[in-house]
């Protein structure tokens, strides 16, 4: 049976400023500021052990439009890494890193296919004779109000069609739907759908595998739990997807119920007692708790 094994990454935000949060102590502050660089590395060093036959980044590489030059640099040298391992990328720019004509930027090595403003399509031939059409687009503005998915058809014989988006469901609201907005039920036409935007990992529909992997380092509170890649085998029959957590730091909120009058000791022990059941061995944990109390 034919098949081809991917990554599918989105919304690295590489060089987060991580807003609001500088009033942590500076180690912290750091920590979390470098934490978006070591999740790429981390999943740039699966694609090497896996030894998978492409990389998909599906928008939002970087932060913002104006790229920082720490930012490009540390991104290439990860394409770089994955060029030495002869492993092919394809990549399309989101909202937050949208094209910007005017603005240079470092020229990525030559296993990068970054997709341009206007639909394309590429061709990618695994070393077993497996074919696989890519098609895709970046996004040359901030807002994308045009159903792009639509304009996403099948070209010439290829032995899968996958299509990369980044965008959110269309919701009818003209004010809302400015993400290249698509509908599930219409988008039939690829085997398999890499999207980006949607922060939280999803599956949409399984048939064909329509997916959000989320992004690779959560940024604030609301962004909870283990973040990473997906990788992906994709077979005639379907595709398989295989979570891995590459993100060194996680947000995780905890509710601390109290329905007896405690005083300050013990609820400093209660609480201390909740920070140590969140913590992790592999990873640094950024813990909210939150107290409810049912006492009479």
């Known amino acids: 049976m034919r098949e081809v094994r991917f990554v599918h ?10 807003l609001g949060l500088r009033h942590l102590p500076d180690s912290v502050f750091e920590k979390l500021k470098n934490s978006t660089f070591v999740s790429l590395a981390r999943g740039i060093d699966v694609a090497i052990r896996e030894a998978v036959d492409f990389v998909l980044i599906a928008g939002d590489i970087y932060d913002e439009e104006d790229q920082s030059i720490k ?3 540390r991104f290439y040298k990860e394409m770089e890494r994955l060029n030495q391992a002869g492993i092919p990328v394809y990549m399309i720019h989101g909202n937050h890193d949208y094209v910007a004509k005017y603005r240079d930027r470092l020229q990525l090595p030559e296993n990068v296919t970054v997709f341009d403003t206007m639909l394309e399509m590429y061709t990618f031939v695994s070393q077993s004779g497996v074919r696989v059409n890519l098609y895709g687009f970046s996004y040359g503005e901030r807002h994308i109000r045009e159903a792009m998915y639509q304009q996403y058809k099948r070209q010439g ?9 980044h965008g959110s469901e269309m919701t009818g609201n003209a004010m809302q ?4 907005p698509f509908k599930v039920s219409d988008m039939k036409q690829m085997d398999y759908w890499a999207l980006g935007h949607i922060h939280l990992r999803q599956v949409l529909t399984e048939e ?17 739990g283990d973040k990473g890649l997906t990788l992906v085998t994709l ?8 979570f891995v957590e590459t993100a060194p ?3 995780e909120e905890v509710i601390l119920e109290i329905s007896e009058d405690l005083d300050f000791s013990k609820l400093f022990q209660l609480s201390l007692h909740a920070v140590k059941e969140a913590a992790r061995m592999d990873k640094s944990v950024l813990l909210g708790l ?4 049912h006492v009479p």
């Open 235 to 242: 077979r005639e029959t379907g595709a398989e997807l295989t």
């Open 157 to 165: 014989d290829a032995d899968f069609h996958i299509g990369l988006l």
């Open 71 to 73: 930012a490009q640099a």
């Open 249 to 251: 730091i996680i947000w």
């Open 177 to 180: 739907d400015v993400y290249a």
């Open 208 to 224: 064909p595998m329509i997916y959000f992997p989320g992004n690779i380092q959560g940024r604030h509170r609301k962004e909870t």
């Open 9 to 18: 990454m989105a919304d690295l935000h590489l060089d987060s400023p991580f």
């Open 290 to 293: 939150h107290l409810v109390a």
